[in-house]
């Protein structure tokens, strides 16, 4: 079977679509079904992908290459290709994909798709016209008051006036009346404000009408909803949402991990309760005439009452999404889950769905992927091990295991489902309390999976995770002759203990190790190295290195780093962390004291616009022994703007990020990639969650003439060896346009390696692409190749 894929979409949803898209083509291309991806632009204009095209960009690079590299299809030409294949996979989020009009766009042209028909989705995704739409037919829903983007000032005034009046409202929430992701979405407490926020709406262009609804006080959920074989709705178990930061479910809360929000499922209401949820989900997929799938949030309020709110058509599927943890509860795997959507698709539409799965090798290379630990880029870690071990679980020479590293160094055994929970703390969480979920999973899984037409759960069914120490999984490891992929991101994980550890052992292992992993992992240290190398083209930036209960007072640190590093900005970083981890730029020493204060205080979040140039919120580090001082580096001004590149030269310096690949002792630069950050330092969401931040791989010629990308290229060589890199890393350099000298600002032993990470883009740059399962397949291989190097090399 050919499935078209079709993602990106005109509303800011569109990263989420891409990563989307992605899960579409990892888990249903191992069932033996082709994946053809189509890319529709802001103007919803459509372009065929390759599959490489697919993992190598953000919305913003596809956007603004395909507008210079590529044709757009016309109308004629992409129902043309879409008739090339069986079916199509609408995975737009919010507009276009998910209010019917590429519903009906198909449907005009008798082409099959997956999901809801049209008129279903066009209702469904107006908030404000599903709500009127139930409450004719007599069920319950929130009240609400419809605010136009015509509507004069003086009116809204009134109408807002009156619904807070009549409703008794102290908070209510406004959102767009058509939107998705929780975009736009904000609590007020007065008409005046509501107004405010509506308005805000209209000019954001999140929608022309605005919703105003009291503030639900009451627990929130969400539920699955799929088609049986039979075309009867099955509600799955739902997810309770439980917030400690925020009054709602924000986009942040939703696409990035954060302590702020708890998901439980099953959710923490009693069984009988979960079944009204249920019945009622049903009754409302029938009543709007939903297929195949759908997502449907709701309230459960304090009287007991239950209410749904809002509709997805498309529900997201990225690879921790609620559709995926609610099968997961089912026992049903990431292909599982869309094999049973696409086949309900491909059963109404009479279209033959053979598989031919791709299949383990008997003696497949057995990897236990290791995540989390207590840095503060513990929840990036978690994201970096969930894609490696979902990516290997479909290359049939290896068979993943996903387990969890712990605070105080035990490590748990995770069962799928365990996987999937968003955050290090969550997951330790529900390890914790497993007995408890697992009695309560065996009474509410059972009838779902016969009413989805699925076999009983075999008796041996992997539900429980398992406790261990670090020395008993090593000690396991060494007796199945198991590769231990670590995906650990700073402290122990990347400074050379855990690598010991696995040396101690005997154990083949990801990555450098423990004395370049200790070289890497100490910013003040790698700058030594390499100015030892003498070369005047390849420096590093100057450092000052403190401890911070050492500072005598802010005042004096600061003017002494002003004069020794002649800036007139200082860039304030841990000495040993990364993924902008503390990583901050500041101006003044006020500022200096403020954020030594926050450290002091063991502040999780440097909140947003605590300091002048800090647009995002900063995740801060957990422990601190060492501080360093750089000089803030002043670069050219680039950026994309109307999908045009700007580029206004101010000092000749810009900022790239360069991967690399090693192999008995032969280094190979990757291409380098300049990642345009929206702020002063490249923030959290641009460097790991798909959509946000623009990825120039390889450097326009306009910019990096391609004698200086082999330049820059030979200079990651030259400072990789020096640092004695083994496998792969990532140095993030400045390189000067004019002098062509290359400042290595750091090295990344063990570089993130989540869904949308830059170092997947440059390796598909390769000749030929290297896919991301064929990088991460050769980050084993070239693991496994040290380990029998030293051991052919040790004395008989």
């Known amino acids: 079977m050919r499935i078209a894929v079709i993602c990106g979409g005109p509303s800011a949803e569109r990263g989420i679509s891409l990563n989307s898209a992605r899960s579409v083509m990892d888990h249903l291309t191992s069932l033996g079904w082709e994946i053809v991806p189509f890319y529709c632009d802001m103007q919803k204009n459509f372009y065929r992908l390759s599959p490489s095209q697919l993992y190598s960009n953000t919305p913003s690079d596809f956007d603004f290459k395909l507008k210079h590299t590529a044709k757009p299809l016309s109308e004629a030409e992409f129902i043309k290709e879409c008739r090339t294949t069986d079916l199509v996979f609408p995975a737009i989020h919010g507009a276009f994909g998910e209010d019917g009009e590429l519903q009906e766009l198909l449907e005009k042209h008798k082409i099959p798709f997956v999901g809801s028909p049209g008129k279903t989705c066009r209702l469904m995704f107006d908030k404000g016209e599903a709500n009127a739409h139930m409450a004719r037919h007599g069920f319950a829903t929130l009240p609400n008051c419809r605010i136009g983007d015509e509507e004069t000032p003086d009116a809204v005034a009134k109408k807002l006036a009156a619904f807070f009046a009549e409703q008794r409202i102290e908070k209510a929430v406004v959102k767009p009346s058509a939107g998705g992701s929780s975009l736009g979405v904000a609590t007020v407490h007065t008409p005046t404000e509501a107004a405010e926020k509506a308005h805000e709406i209209f000019a954001q262009k999140h929608g022309r009408e605005a919703l105003v609804e009291p503030f639900c006080d009451g627990q929130e959920f969400t539920v699955l909803v799929l088609e049986n074989p039979q075309g009867k709705p099955v509600a799955l178990i739902p997810t309770e949402i439980s917030l400690s930061g925020g009054d709602f479910f924000s986009f942040r809360h939703k696409y990035l991990p954060t302590c702020h929000v708890e998901y439980h499922c099953p959710p923490r209401f009693p069984d009988e309760i979960i079944g009204d949820i249920q019945k009622a989900a049903e009754v409302l997929f029938a009543f709007f005439k939903m297929r195949d799938f759908a997502r449907l949030d709701g309230w459960l309020m304090k009287d007991g009452r239950v209410l749904f709110s809002d509709f997805n058509p498309i529900s997201g599927m990225e690879q921790n999404s609620f559709l995926f943890i609610q099968g997961s509860r089912l026992n049903l795997s990431h292909s599982e889950m869309l094999r049973a959507i696409v086949t309900r698709a491909a059963e109404r539409n009479k279209i033959n769905h053979q598989e031919k799965p791709v299949t383990k090798k008997a003696d497949a290379q057995k990897v236990r992927v290791l995540f989390g630990g207590s840095t503060a880029e513990r929840q990036v870690s978690l994201m970096s091990g969930t894609n490696v071990w979902l990516k290997l679980l479909h290359v049939p020479e290896y068979r993943p295991e996903p387990y969890i590293l712990t605070p105080d160094d035990h490590v748990w055994h995770l069962p799928y489902s365990y996987t999937l929970n968003h955050t290090v703390e969550e997951i330790l969480s529900h390890c914790a309390e497993a007995e408890t979920t697992v009695a309560r999973l065996k009474i509410l899984t059972p009838p779902l999976r016969q009413r989805l037409g699925l076999p009983p759960l075999p008796a041996n069914a992997d539900l429980m995770p398992r406790r261990m120490s670090l020395e008993q999984f090593c000690e396991e490891a060494k007796n199945e002759n198991a590769f231990v992929f670590n995906a650990l991101h700073g402290g122990e994980g990347e400074d050379g203990r855990l690598q010991a550890v696995f040396d101690r052992f005997g154990l083949a292992y990801n ?5 370049a992993s200790r070289l890497c992992m100490d ?34 640190l600061w003017q002494d780093a002003v004069g020794k590093l002649q800036s007139a900005d200082i860039l304030i970083k841990p000495q040993a962390d990364g993924c902008s981890a503390g990583v901050v730029r500041l101006q003044s020493a006020k500022e200096l004291a403020i954020y030594l204060k926050a450290l002091a205080d063991r502040q999780p979040v440097l909140a947003a616009g605590t300091l002048a140039h800090q647009a995002q919120a900063i995740e801060l580090p957990l422990h601190v022994d060492q501080l360093i001082l750089e000089p803030f580096i002043v670069t050219d001004d680039i950026h994309v703007e109307n999908l045009e590149l700007i580029y206004a030269k101010k000092t000749g310096w810009i900022e790239l990020t360069v991967g690399l690949l090693e192999q008995n002792g032969h280094y190979h630069a990757l291409s380098p990639s300049i990642t345009v950050a929206q702020g002063a330092v490249l923030s959290l969401e641009e460097k790991f ?23 820059i290229k030979n200079k990651i060589e030259r400072a990789a060896k020096a640092l004695g890199i083994e496998g792969y890393a990532r140095i993030d350099i400045f390189f000067n346009l004019h002098s062509n000298q290359t400042m290595i600002i750091e090295a990344n032993s063990l570089p993130g390696l989540t869904a949308s990470t830059v170092i997947f883009h440059q390796a598909l740059s390769e000749i030929p692409p290297l896919p991301p ?24």
């Open 511 to 515: 990555g450098s190790g423990p004395e």
């Open 523 to 556: 910013k003040d240290e790698t700058g030594n190295a390499i100015r030892a190398l003498n070369d005047a083209a390849l420096t590093s930036a100057p450092k000052i290195s403190f401890k911070p209960e050492a500072v005598p007072d802010a005042e004096t």
């Open 689 to 711: 969650q798909g959509g946000t931040g623009v990825n120039l791989t390889p450097p326009p010629e306009s910019i990096v003439k391609p004698d200086q990308i082999t330049l």
């Open 773 to 796: 399962r064929a990088f991460l397949a050769k980050l084993v291989e070239l693991g496994l190749g040290r380990l029998h190097n030293r051991h052919a090399q040790e004395p008989r």
